[in-house]
């Protein structure tokens, strides 16, 4: 159940709302929008039945919310979330490209990789320092030293760091290091590693999992938001299918859905999705015509001799050209890099 309070609703209003919900045995959660104030009720809503709380002074409905997911519900916040990191907004008119290799290997891949994406306009830079590989004796990733030379990276060209966690143990260092926590597709439905970084104050790139449902993704985010961690974006990276011409199915349809479904911050990886590097271009420019509120894109400065994922890299130059594109479908529908 939500509680829509009324556009006059005094603060006073509210605090007897919160003060009735949690005197029967639920928490609330509050969304200040711009219009009204809502509150979700949190717990086993059996327990409400005979309650009328529309009695109260200043509510104005109260809902039930159908979805699994409350928090992460458009119901909870009509206006979409709009995340904010310094100057950097994930989720508002501006669509933000984080951009990087698949793997940090050297300090000299990552900075140059850096100047790079920088210079093309990305305000986010993306590398992984611990890799989650198949095979065990594939490349694992340089771990600490990785986000060293990540924050060298954002020091040096002002960028923000987006980076993967993939166990609850090194949650406190990755999130010392990184002003993106990323959670990777094999990750999604691992409910300890999102119960902790539900206590992070980092915000949560959210991949969907690799055979995940929306709403199965959806619930992996309400899982971090009821932990208490607001700020989390989604990021559709391609799901399992029967095509094997790309290494995954981009799942575009998902941008819109999401959209309807929930107020979180989506965002579209055309790497992972294609696996092939020449469709990425064209899959970045569909997303964002779909309404995606950023990309993520594997950059290298030489795929042929990259780690991990080259296949699927852009060069610089060829990243350069991209955002030349979808600067033009972003102005055509009404946003801007
Ligand atoms: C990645 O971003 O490099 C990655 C491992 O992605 P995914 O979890 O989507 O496979
Ligand atoms: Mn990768």
């Not at 890799?131 to 490349?139: C, G, I, W």
Request: net charge neutral; glycine share 8%; charged share 25%.
């Amino acid at each position: 159940m939500v509680i829509v309070m009324a556009h006059n609703a005094t603060e006073a209003d509210i605090k007897a709302v919160v003060k009735r919900i949690e005197t029967l045995g639920f928490r609330a959660h509050l969304s200040r929008g711009e219009e009204r104030t809502i509150i979700g009720i949190i717990g086993d809503e059996r327990r409400l039945a005979g309650v009328a709380l529309e009695a109260l002074p200043g509510v104005e409905a109260v809902l039930p919310i159908l979805q699994p997911f409350k928090l992460a519900s458009r119901i909870m916040r009509e206006e979409g979330t709009v995340i904010r990191i310094g100057d950097v907004t994930i989720g508002g008119d501006t669509i933000q490209v984080m951009a990087g290799p698949c793997a940090v290997e050297s300090r000299e891949q990552l900075l140059r990789t850096a100047e790079e994406v920088r210079k093309a306009g990305a305000r986010i830079l993306r590398g992984g320092a611990y890799k989650p590989r198949t095979s065990p004796y594939a490349f694992q990733g340089l771990e600490e030293k990785g986000l060293e030379i990540l924050a060298e990276a954002r020091e040096m060209f002002g960028l923000l760091v987006v980076t993967e966690v993939m166990d609850p143990r090194t949650v406190p260092l990755v999130a010392q290091y990184a002003d993106i926590i990323q959670v990777g597709a094999r990750n999604m439905q691992n409910f300890f590693l999102l119960r902790e970084l539900g206590k992070v104050d980092r915000p949560i790139l959210l991949k969907r999992g690799l055979s995940a449902t929306i709403e199965e993704w959806l619930m992996a985010a309400e899982y971090i938001l009821s932990h208490g961690n607001p700020n989390v974006i989604l990021c559709e990276r391609g799901i399992r299918s029967f095509e094997t011409y790309t290494r995954n199915t981009l799942d575009l349809s998902a941008v819109p859905i999401v959209k309807h479904l929930s107020h979180l911050p989506i965002v579209v990886d055309p790497s992972h999705g294609l696996g092939k590097w020449r469709f990425v271009t064209p899959m970045a420019r569909a997303a964002i015509a779909a309404g995606a509120d950023g990309l993520l894109v594997e950059v290298h400065p030489s795929p042929a001799e990259a780690l991990c994922d080259g296949a699927q890299s852009l060069t610089p130059e060829n990243f350069h050209k991209m955002i030349q594109e979808i600067e033009k479908v972003a102005a055509a529908v009404g946003r801007r890099i």
